[in-house]
Each structure stands twice: as structure tokens, then as C-alpha cells.
């Protein structure tokens, strides 16, 4: 265990790495470590703490850079000291990549991933689940001596908020969901089946708005392919994942970045490389890719869950553009992906426990607030309703203004209409 403090303009940081069970039914075995960073503001380094749980699956906790990154931070400094936390396999902690060392004996014969079996790297993922982020943070409050502290949740983030009040709803002061209520059981199909529904008149309302861009598109669709659609660094980009530049649409200004993508000339070394950066999975964080089904996954096999609910008008139709949908044969086209092929296969496979209690859920007796938003791309909102219903003090607060990304998009707004809430100080 290791800790330092640390300033910034505006801030005092406080940085924290805890050895924490690779597999938490071992907690003798392999350990990995688990960085967090506690942000106060000057003279706020006794206040309550507010875990923030990151987006994802496989990214990790934002890095202040000053009192207004991210923008809702200082909204939050003003009554809380903020907890960002690595969550396991990601960022300071313990990292997953092909040739990252693994932790001592975490699997007998390799010091790598790579030099792992699919086999082996598949049942080593199993364990970077929402499950075992809670299990880490509880850990985590543990060392730190508090008895009870808040959560704000967003996106992945809030499937691991619901995990923690399914498990550990005894230590939440109180929980803050954005865009992050997942369907509790095994329904997973609904979900993607909504998803795909859902971008068929997002993508439509696009190609209105800059008509042009349609004809623009379908030619890039021509050329992935024919195999010509190629990146700065000569890797192929085939349909289905140029289709997925179309989770640009489910975030604020996201049509104005795609328009602005599509306007470049696709011959010219601007394209090629603005187009890199905006096609989302990749090797940079890996497990967003490997194991992004599997936080749908309440107790299924996923299955390849987006491919087998792709409707035959999608299919059809390059133009109808994808989400954040996960196709198989990513892991065949994208080369940092391609050593994970076979284990994302096996995980696919893999029938993955229950994630939620609905009765212990139903019994958490935690006030909260969520911000369900209406025309959410990658939760949908009535899933996200049906499982709010289940927490008795969670107030819900449905709105068309912001897209899923509106934790950041609306500065101090959303995070401040959620606080309010959840104290019982606004309508919801």
C-alpha cells in the first residue's frame, strides 16, 4: 500500500494504491493493485466522500487538471471530496493488455496475457466485472475507516452503483445515477433490440439534417467493402465498423462531429486520422471491447448479443448506423484487438452469474436520484424506469435535454439537479 498527497490550483490530492484479491472468493491468492485519487478543495478535506464510478466498461477515473475538469467536479467539491477510482484493469491500477505483467501466480506458466491460452485469458476476465469494482471499493472504504459514503454512477458507472446497492447497500449514503440503469434478469436481447431500434431514427434524423453526408457515407461504405478504406497505420476498417461511428449521435454535438468528419476529403491524411480517433473499441482499453457485453449479462450468456439482434434493415442498409454494439468480427479487423479474438469468442460463451438482487434491491433503503434520459442510445429508458421502480427511495428525474453524455455536457447541471433530488429539495 502506498499514499502521497499532492497539489494543484484549486485542489489538494490525495492518491491511494491498495493491493486488492484478483479473484475475491480467494482472498488469499493473487492480489492486484487498486489506485484511487481523493480530490478536495482547499479546506474540504474532511467532507463527505462521493465515489464517482466511470463509464465504460475498461476506463479509467477522469485526471483533474484544475477545479473545472471534469466540469461537474466543482459542484461536487462544494460538499463532497470526490474518490476517483481506477477501476480494476484500468488506468494506475492493475492494467489488462496483451503484454502487461500479470500479478504473481495469477496464472501458472504466464507473466502475460499474450503468453496465455484463450482459455486462460478468458477465465482471467471473468473477473473485472461490476461485481468485483464494488468488492474493490468496498475494500477501499474499509482502509480508509468510513462507515458510509455516496455514489454518483455514470453509464457502466451505475450498473456498478446498482451492483454495489444489490451487495453493499449498507455503506451507501446515498446513489447518484446518469444514464446508467440497467435492466435487472436476463434481459439482455430486450435491450439490444431497443438499442438497434432506437438508431434507426437517430441515424435518419442525421442524414436530414446534412443530406449530403448520406451519399458521402454510402461511399465510404462502398470502399470498406471492396477492403479500401484503410487507417494511417494501414489497418482495414470494414462495414459494420465504420457503422459504428454512429455512437457520435447518442452524445451532445455528436452530429456535428460526425458532419465534420464526413466534410473531409476521405483521400486526405486529416480523414484517415480523425477517423481513427472517432471509431470507438480499441486496444488503448481493451476491456471496453472484451467484456462490454458481459455488463448486460444478469445471469445469460451474451452471446454476441448486438450481432444476433442486428435487424435485417440494418443489415441491409450501411446508412442505418450502430451504437454501442459490439459485432464479432471487430476482433478480426482491428489488429490491437486481434489477440483477444478467442477469448472474447469464450466469454461470449461464458454463462455469467446473476449481477442484482431485485429483493435486496427492493430492501435498500438508500435515497438516491437518477437522471433517465429520454432518448438514451445506450440504456433505454424504459428498462432503466423498471429498475428504478424496484429502489424505494430513488427519485427519478426524466429529461429530454441532455444525451447520454450529460453528466459532462451540462457542466454543473445534471450533477446539481441529482444532489437537489436527492436530498429533497427539487421536483423531480
Not at 22 to 47: C, S, T
Not at 79 to 90: A, K, P, S, W
Request: with cysteine; aromatic share 8%.
Amino acid at each position: 500500500m502506498s499514499e502521497s498527497t499532492w497539489s494543484q490550483p484549486g485542489l489538494v490530492l490525495r492518491d491511494l494504491t491498495l493491493p486488492v484479491p484478483l479473484d475475491h472468493a480467494d482472498p488469499a491468492g493473487p492480489r492486484l493493485e487498486l489506485f484511487a485519487r481523493i480530490v478536495a478543495a482547499p479546506g474540504g478535506e474532511d467532507r463527505p466522500l462521493l465515489v464517482y464510478l466511470q463509464g465504460g466498461p475498461g476506463s479509467e477515473a477522469p485526471r483533474p487538471v484544475g477545479p473545472g475538469t471534469p466540469p461537474w467536479l466543482p459542484r461536487a467539491l462544494r460538499e463532497h471530496r470526490v474518490v476517483m477510482l481506477d477501476q480494476r484493469g484500468t488506468g494506475r491500477s492493475t492494467p489488462v493488455g496483451p503484454d502487461a505483467p500479470l500479478p504473481e501466480g495469477a496464472i501458472p506458466g504466464a507473466r502475460t496475457l499474450r503468453e496465455a491460452t484463450p482459455d486462460q485469458q478468458a477465465r482471467y476476465l471473468t473477473l473485472f466485472r461490476a461485481d468485483a469494482i464494488a468488492r474493490d471499493a468496498e475494500l477501499l472504504r474499509e482502509h480508509l475507516g468510513v462507515e458510509r459514503w455516496s455514489l454518483l454512477g455514470q453509464s457502466f458507472g451505475g450498473f456498478t452503483t446498482l451492483r454495489y446497492l444489490s451487495a453493499h447497500a449498507g455503506s451507501v449514503e446515498k446513489a447518484l445515477f446518469t444514464g446508467g440503469l440497467p435492466t435487472v434478469g436476463p434481459g439482455m436481447d430486450a435491450i439490444y433490440a431497443t438499442t438497434w431500434a432506437g438508431m434507426i431514427p437517430r441515424s435518419e434524423r442525421f442524414w436530414a439534417r446534412f443530406p449530403g453526408d448520406r451519399d458521402r457515407f454510402r461511399a465510404l461504405a462502398d470502399r470498406a467493402a471492396a477492403g479500401t478504406l484503410r487507417l494511417p497505420d494501414g489497418q482495414r476498417v470494414g462495414v459494420e465498423r465504420l457503422r459504428r461511428l454512429g455512437h457520435l449521435l447518442g452524445a451532445s454535438q455528436g452530429q456535428e462531429r460526425l458532419h465534420l468528419l464526413l466534410e473531409l476529403d476521405p483521400d486526405s491524411p486529416a480523414f484517415a486520422h480523425d477517423l481513427a480517433a472517432a471509431l470507438p473499441f480499441g486496444g488503448r482499453n481493451p476491456l471496453y471491447a472484451v467484456i462490454h457485453e458481459s455488463c448486460w449479462a444478469d445471469g445469460v450468456a451474451t452471446r454476441w448479443a448486438a450481432d444476433r439482434t442486428m435487424p435485417r434493415e440494418v443489415a441491409d442498409d450501411p446508412t442505418l448506423l450502430g451504437g454501442e454494439h459490439i459485432h464479432r468480427n471487430l476482433f478480426a479487423e482491428d489488429p490491437e484487438l486481434a489477440p483477444w479474438a478467442e477469448a472474447a469468442d469464450l466469454l461470449a460463451a461464458h454463462e455469467w452469474p446473476r449481477l442484482y438482487d431485485a429483493d435486496a434491491l427492493r430492501a435498500a433503503d438508500v435515497p438516491g436520484a437518477a437522471a433517465v434520459y429520454y432518448d438514451d442510445a445506450y440504456v433505454p429508458r424504459e428498462q432503466s424506469l423498471a429498475t428504478a421502480a424496484l429502489l424505494p427511495r430513488l427519485r427519478t428525474w426524466v429529461t429530454s435535454e441532455y444525451e447520454h453524455n450529460g453528466l459532462r455536457a451540462s457542466g454543473e447541471g445534471v450533477l446539481d439537479h441529482l444532489l437537489d433530488l436527492a436530498a429533497g429539495q427539487r421536483e423531480a
